[in-house]
């Protein structure tokens, strides 16, 4: 079985701010992790993956994560928050046949100017 | 590649009433997903298509609904004698094959009165 768990459903920063969402997985398989992004009425965009290999995965818009087994965690941040920024985002988790993506609850993110 | 496509875009419909959703895949993707969203939460996995044939169905997806995938091309989502808690956006994928990116569609939201 998987299941996502996103720390704070709605997070503020300033401009020019870090960012940071917080995601932990659980899984009895080896995961695929993703974050995805949704913006007002629109559908999901995927920002960044992983599947195997280098744990920091670098993504779209200047955002990455990093996957750390030990911590079961796949924190997305981004140096640098700007306003076009705001939107909901949702991580999630897969096996690695990629059958169904099991979604965290997500996290919306508000950007302060 | 136009994307995935769904329509409608916005259904609103009375309780007890039918209604039938379509998705259109990216050309050439032999797997089309089917996901339901609510308010405030993440995409919760309902069925997938692998071509025409049906290989997983959610306890979600209760009797009242069916999907097809008739030529494994587009698909179509209905729902029959709707219940209020059925109002939620229901979102469509596809992927070009088992282990490959899911591709999410715009989404059609339905509105229970």
């Keep these: 079985a998987q299941s996502v768990t996103q720390l704070g459903s709605h997070v503020s920063v300033s401009e020019g701010a870090l960012v940071l969402l917080r995601c932990n997985y659980s899984s009895s398989v080896p995961p695929y992790l993703f974050w995805y992004v949704q913006y007002p009425n629109q559908g999901l965009q995927l920002l960044l993956k992983y599947t195997t290999g280098a744990t920091l995965v670098k993504g779209i818009n200047g955002f990455e994560a ?29 096996g690695t046949s990629y059958d169904k993506v099991i979604f965290g609850p997500g996290t919306s993110l508000s950007v302060i100017p | 590649d136009t994307g995935v496509s769904q329509d409608p875009r916005h259904k609103i419909t009375k309780r007890g009433q039918n209604v039938t959703f379509r998705c259109d895949p ?15 939460q993440g995409p919760e996995f309902l069925t997938y298509f692998q071509n025409e044939a049906q290989l997983e169905k959610s ?3 209760s009797d009242r609904f069916s999907a ?16 209020q808690g059925d109002s939620a956006m229901y979102l469509c994928a596809s992927s070009l094959d088992a282990g490959f990116e899911q591709f999410f569609g715009p989404g059609t939201r339905l509105t229970v009165l």
């Design chain 2, 26 to 40: 990216i050309s050439e993707h032999n797997r089309l997903y089917w996901y339901r969203q609510t308010l405030g």
């Design chain 1, 66 to 94: 990093e996957f750390k087994k030990s911590e079961t965690s796949f924190h997305l941040t981004k140096p640098s928050a700007h306003m076009s920024d705001a939107a909901e985002y949702f991580c999630a988790v897969s």
């Design chain 2, 59 to 61: 306890r979600l997806l």
């Design chain 2, 68 to 83: 097809e995938r008739p030529k494994g091309s587009f698909s179509t989502l209905e729902i029959q004698r709707t219940e």
